[in-house]
């Protein structure tokens, strides 16, 4: 469960970091890490390059942190970082399978049925994974993050009609290829 961050709390560590404090960054990393990882996560697809995407997204910021002015808030800073890192990542690796993610079945669960659920989970997974990156950011961080449409516009640096725009052809995109899969269920 995410706990629920101060913005006060964030600017006064933010300040502190910009001066140099090391535990005060480490403290934002603590409270933003999760949700970093889940927004790389998303975009790439692989848990490990996930966790990689992340801490790089987080050494970027440190080395950035200098620039940060408080006009936005630093979660939608930290997106756009995480974002934009994921790119770079998946330009370059092209993501496999990840032996961790996939689970067992629990017993007496019913397997057949366990089996269609995964199977469903990974088509819209892979649905998903092949949006244009511009649209699978705003889907991300509007459907998976909760970001607002004005929060959005703010870390990607896009008018919100970009993102209304974005949003609506990912969607339309993920509904016409995943009719099949859903009428089938």
């Known amino acids: 469960m995410l706990e629920v961050v101060s913005v006060s709390d964030d600017t006064r560590l933010i300040s502190w970091a910009q001066a140099g404090d ?5 403290e934002l990393v603590r409270r933003y890490r999760v949700r970093v990882i889940n927004v790389v ?3 790439c697809g692989d848990a490990n390059l996930a ?5 790089d997204a987080f050494i970027r910021a440190w080395q950035h942190l200098p620039d940060f002015q408080p006009r936005s808030s ?3 800073w930290m997106y756009r970082i995480a974002v934009n890192t994921a790119l770079d990542i998946t330009r370059r690796d092209r993501p496999g399978v990840d032996v961790e993610s996939l689970e067992l079945a ?3 669960e019913n397997l057949e049925a366990d089996l269609e659920r995964r199977e469903r989970a990974r088509q819209i997974r892979q649905s998903v994974l092949g949006l244009p990156q ?3 950011a705003v889907l991300i961080l509007r459907e ?3 970001l607002s449409y004005r929060e959005i516009a703010e870390t990607l640096d896009i008018s919100i009609g970009t993102v209304m725009s974005r949003l609506n052809y990912a969607r339309t995109h993920l509904a016409k ?4 899969l859903m009428e089938a269920a």
Request: proline share 7%; aromatic share 14%.
């Open 134 to 136: 511009a649209s699978r």
């Open 51 to 55: 966790e990689d995407a992340a801490q």
């Open 144 to 146: 998976y993050e909760g």
């Open 41 to 43: 996560y998303q975009m």
């Open 106 to 108: 629990a017993p007496g």
């Open 177 to 180: 290829i995943l009719r099949p």
């Open 22 to 26: 090391r535990d005060a960054f480490s």
């Open 74 to 76: 630093f979660r939608n």
